[in-house]
């Protein structure tokens, strides 16, 4: 019953995403404006199929259906409701019905918004999402299918693996990362829609942007999660280890941003059209090859690869998606030529351009050592991986001219800066960097390059305050307004330039973050008896005794720690191992004691229940709880710059008619 | 050639330049950086080429080779292709405490650096029954994850 509707709904949606793609893409090429509506009921019938079949799948986990397939594989009748819900996006089939449902809403929510617009554009681009909604409609009604019939029944399943089930944040990470993902089908669609009618207007062009911003913060926000959900559960004491799942979330990110930072010369300039809009194609064609390489085991073998029909479906898919962009780059590409020569070398266009190079330089880095393995093996046969020493020798020098850029572009004027702006505007930051320095060194830090990485990272810090304060004054002294009044109207008539430079903080404070709990970690491992302790900096660590205790499902041992530290203050932590019903090895969690500028980080490698001994490895990672503490910043900063701004439109629109001519103020412009 | 075209032509080829350059950086750093998946059995027919490159070594703990010395800080066990008699084995030492799921017989990924006195040095010891640690991510499927979990240990720095 719940198979047949569940199949039934999927059916549905695959017809509708069809019929839209074929109406949508022939209606805007042949400028039927008649079309539009057929198009927005297909949008609307995606939508109601594609939610109805997770709702029918959420259904079939919750009342443990194990006559469907999915549930067999991942539900059990002893795992909480919480995570019940949650294993719909445990597992590869729940997982691409997700990614249909959150990209039929996306569609649906780009129809909403984009229907009373003149309707070429948004018919070619409706067509072209809607086009990829047949591709994941397809998958999931073929290869992928979740709601295939199991018989006999079983009286009960595996539950999802244990890792996703020991932690809150599974419950959230995912969601964000998948709306990252899928999001970036919107500007993939309004950049093709730009390709195929050879033409690309600045209207257009803020509604790229706008819909590229909604998933770069999505994105930004998982990857920040699942770098914590690596921290918290895996216990291995880190957030980052350049895994192939973890640069495919990665790769997008950096084109994306990439995007949002070429599209202001193209705003500003008029040139770098095509460039503009290749990073958008770029970034949704990554996106696809992060879901392909996560989803179809083709990096625990290409051998392994061929036995689920989703890997090559998917490669198929991925190979006509770069086929059409590179078609439609070279022949329509050409239409969108520069309509104004770019800056000077000295200034924030060619600021930006180095930017936008060094983020293809990294993107291309990151590629070629997460898929060099695969072409090795493929190739040769020879089984290697690429260590995480590659990515750090190559990323790291990438990420430090980043973030020195993040200094020197806010500082220059657009156009031409003079010898005696650039001493003006630099001369303070670069003090304060050299400061910043000079203190570290004193208080005895030692690593060139987390000592550079902190002194760029009070230049940047400094350029970004006063870019952000600079109108506020201008307006305190003009207008006589109170402080706090001045930054909030100079922020609120430059969102997205206010908005980006809170983005920039967060991202310095990942930079600072990153490098002091890369540079001066301190690690031990000790095993211990009841009553005796160890030292790790100013933390010592006595072990209580060992603990066990049984959850619904799961058993547990867990190793009581009293732990002090130096200023007297005294915790109890406790790392433990889980064992869970269904799963033969057990998994660790990790105890950790967060504190402002370090954390403590204990696991329990092993432990004899008769010897009453535990095993532990223990960590002291100086500020790395700043790097989710950035998650604000960057949520804040990217509400702000992408919030509705009708109202300050038209404001602004009445200001400019009372004064013909004005020239930009600084604070105008983004 | 108007000055535009020319400008243009000089921008390209720098772009060339900077990109052959960053292709040929990375190929080299690669080339440093590759860890290769053996067995016991295929390291040692790699000979000398063996000595000196990180390898993960995949194996099952040979039977009756484990030894703790008397501090019990220092263990050496031998990891084979194969629990047959006669499988091909190598000697490793670990300096870490192993995970709780260690003990003969079992699946093991041994991470480390092999040399001319025929000893694997563990920097890493995962208990294991694929060939690859990672974590496992979500969307892998029960089949993949039992064949991935393990329990993670610390690089031994």
């Not at chain 1, 706008?210 to 004491?237: K, N």
């Not at chain 1, 967060?506 to 540079?519: I, T």
């Not at chain 2, 690859?132 to 720095?157: F, I, L, M, N």
Request: aromatic residues 10%.
């Amino acid at each position: 019953m719940i198979s047949t509707l569940g199949t039934a709904l999927v059916l549905g949606g695959l017809l509708a995403a069809a019929f839209g793609a074929v109406v949508g893409i022939e209606g805007g090429l042949r400028h039927r404006a008649g079309a539009l509506k057929l198009v927005l009921g297909t949008v609307t019938a995606f939508l109601i199929c594609m939610v109805g079949a997770n709702l029918t799948m959420i259904y079939a986990l919750v009342t443990h259906d194990f006559s469907v397939q999915y549930v067999s594989h991942v539900g059990s009748r002893a795992t909480p409701l919480v995570y019940t819900i949650v294993s719909l996006w445990s597992a590869l089939e729940g997982s691409i019905l997700f990614w249909g449902a959150i990209l039929a809403v996306y569609v649906f929510a780009f129809a909403r918004a984009h229907r009373k617009d003149p309707p070429t554009n948004p018919l070619l681009a409706l067509g072209a999402m809607l086009a990829v909604g047949v591709f994941f409609s397809f998958l999931i009604a073929g290869p992928a299918n979740p709601f295939g019939r199991v018989s006999p029944v079983p009286p009960d399943g595996p539950g999802p693996n244990p890792l996703l089930q020991n932690h809150v944040l599974m419950v959230i990470h995912p969601p964000m990362l998948y709306l990252g993902y899928v999001g970036m089908v919107v500007p993939f669609g309004i950049a093709v829609a730009a390709l195929l009618r050879g033409q690309l207007g600045d209207g257009w062009m803020a509604v790229l942007r706008r819909w590229t911003l909604i998933p770069w913060t999505f994105l930004s926000v998982g990857i920040v999660l699942g770098s914590w959900w690596a921290y918290a559960v895996l216990g291995w004491g880190g957030y980052w280890a350049w895994d192939p799942v973890e640069n495919a979330s990665f790769l997008p990110w950096l084109t994306s941003t990439a995007f949002l930072h070429s599209a202001m010369v193209q705003e500003r300039r008029h040139t770098l059209k095509l460039w503009t809009v290749s990073l958008s194609l770029a970034s949704f064609l990554l996106t696809i090859l992060g879901t392909f390489m996560t989803r179809s085991g083709v990096f625990n073998s290409v051998h392994s690869f061929t036995q689920s029909a989703i890997g090559p479906t998917f490669l198929v898919f991925l190979g006509v998606v770069l086929a059409v962009s590179i078609l439609l780059i070279a022949i329509r590409g050409p239409l969108l030529v520069p309509e104004g020569p770019l800056g000077s070398p000295v200034s924030r266009e060619t600021a930006i351009l180095v930017n936008n190079l060094l983020f293809a330089a990294l993107t291309f880095t990151v590629l070629l050592g997460t898929v060099f393995p695969l072409i090795r093996e493929a190739f040769s046969g020879v089984r290697i991986s690429v260590g995480a020493p590659y990515f750090n020798r190559m990323a790291l020098p990438l990420g430090v001219a980043i973030l020195f850029l993040m200094g020197v572009g806010p500082s220059l004027p657009w156009g031409r800066a003079s010898p005696e702006t650039l001493r003006r505007q630099f001369f303070i930051p670069a003090g304060v960097g050299v400061a910043v320095v000079v203190v570290c060194v004193a208080a005895g830090l030692r690593g060139t390059l987390a000592l550079l990485t902190f002194g760029l990272a009070g230049f940047v810090a400094v350029v970004t305050l006063r870019e952000m304060a600079l109108p506020a004054r201008v307006r305190m002294r003009e207008q006589g307004e109170p402080f706090l009044q001045a930054v909030w109207r100079s922020a609120s008539r430059a969102r997205r330039r206010f908005g980006g430079y809170i983005v920039h903080l967060g991202v310095v404070l990942v930079f600072v973050a990153v490098a002091a709990s890369q540079s001066y970690v301190t690690h031990t491992t000790a095993t211990l008896t009841p009553g005796k302790s160890f030292q790790l900096g100013r933390y010592t660590v006595q072990l209580s005794g060992l603990r066990n205790g049984v959850d619904p499902h799961r058993r547990w041992t867990a190793a009581e720690l009293e732990v002090t530290d130096g200023s007297g203050g005294h915790h109890v932590l406790a790392p433990r191992m889980n064992f869970y019903e269904r799963s033969t090895d057990p998994v660790g969690s990790p105890a950790i004691r967060t504190a402002a500028f370090d954390d403590l980080y204990l696991t329990l490698l092993a432990f004899d229940a008769q010897a009453q001994t535990a095993s532990l490895n223990a960590w002291i990672f100086p500020m790395v709880a700043w790097i989710w503490w950035s998650l604000p910043l960057f949520v804040l900063g990217a509400l702000f710059a992408a919030w509705p701004e009708r109202r300050r439109a038209r404001a602004d629109a009445a200001e400019r008619v009372s004064v013909p001519g004005k020239a930009p103020s600084p604070g105008a412009a983004a | 050639m108007t000055p535009t075209t020319r400008n243009r032509l000089f921008a390209l080829a720098a772009l060339l330049v900077a990109g052959a350059g960053l292709a040929y950086v990375s190929f080299g750093n690669i080339g440093q950086n590759l860890v290769f998946y053996w067995t016991p059995g295929e390291m040692l027919a790699q000979g000398s080429k063996a000595y000196g490159p990180t390898i993960r070594l995949g194996g099952v703990v040979q039977p009756g080779s484990l030894q703790w010395d008397s501090a019990h800080t220092h263990l050496a066990f031998r990891v084979a292709d194969s629990d047959k008699a006669g499988a091909p084995s190598v000697s490793v030492v670990s300096r870490e405490t192993p995970p709780q799921m260690f003990r003969e017989r079992i699946g093991v990924v041994v991470e480390g650096t092999f040399d001319k006195s025929q000893t694997f040095t563990s920097s890493r010891l995962m208990v294991n029954h694929s060939n690859e640690y990672r974590p496992p991510k979500p969307g892998d499927g029960p089949d993949k994850w039992k064949t991935t979990v393990s329990a993670p240990t610390a690089e031994a720095r």
